[in-house]
């Protein structure tokens, strides 16, 4: 049983997308695998984006925590796959990520480094809710346990990132700024076509209720 905490999204998930994207599981664990790596290595990535010649010691070692989380998850992915008989695809398309950083502020310092953080901590929430859809909508009991413990470590993440933008600017203009995500977030994932990924849209068919 998860004890939830409200996350800060504005748009909501229908639970009838957790259907759709079950409806492939192996496709649904080849991207799930790529969005793992993916994460693991933008952390490390971070590392180097301190705007400064020595970042603090906390910035290095909790950047350095989260790619090893990442990195464990992506284990964990691949060896369901395994089991049925699949592996990680060599090839990975994200829309949704892609489509999440076109207000990243490129080569403004540390505005960027603060647009690149809370993008992160974005997709960090919106895979938190979708794990959660997942756990609850499969019938796989092997599948819902491990969606149902990503839950707890994907919602770490997503504060965590917060947070460091704090370190980066003002809380007040972070606090600004995040509102201004949340609100492209929830333009970005409306706008996702419907398949068998975690950040996939609904099927046109549906009729999504907004959480705003």
């Known amino acids: ?18 259907k759709g994207a079950l409806s492939d599981v192996v496709a649904l664990l080849g991207d799930h695998a790529h969005l793992e790596k993916k994460a693991a290595s933008n952390a490390l990535e ?43 695809p060599k090839t990975h398309f994200n829309p ?12 403004q310092g540390p505005d960027e480094l603060v647009d690149r953080l809370l993008a992160a901590a974005l997709i ?12 609850k909508a499969t019938d796989n009991p092997q599948l819902a346990t491990f969606y149902q ?4 470590s994907e919602h770490g993440h997503f504060r965590v990132f917060v947070t460091l933008a704090n370190t980066v600017r003002p809380a007040d203009t972070v606090t600004n700024r995040w509102s201004e995500w949340l609100d492209h977030e929830a333009k970005v994932i409306q706008s ?15 009729n999504p209720s907004p959480g705003f």
């Not at 409200?6 to 957790?18: G, K, S």
């Not at 290095?60 to 049925?84: G, K, P, Y």
């Not at 413990?149 to 707890?152: E, Q």
């Open 1 to 18: 049983m998860i004890v939830t905490e409200e996350l800060p999204l504005r748009y909501t998930t229908p639970a009838e997308w957790a």
């Open 96 to 107: 949704y990520a892609q489509g999440l950083r076109t207000i990243v502020r490129k080569g």
């Open 149 to 152: 413990g990503l839950w707890t």
């Open 46 to 88: 971070l590392i180097n984006r301190w705007q400064g010649i020595h970042p603090p010691k906390r910035w290095v070692t909790t950047l350095a925590n989260i790619a090893r989380d990442e990195a464990v998850h992506l284990s964990q992915v691949t060896r369901l796959l395994s089991r049925m008989g699949a592996t990680i």
């Open 124 to 135: 960090e929430a919106r895979s938190c809710e979708r794990f959660l859809l997942l756990s």
């Open 192 to 206: 996702q076509p419907p398949g068998h990924k975690i950040h996939s849209g609904m099927d046109r068919q549906a």
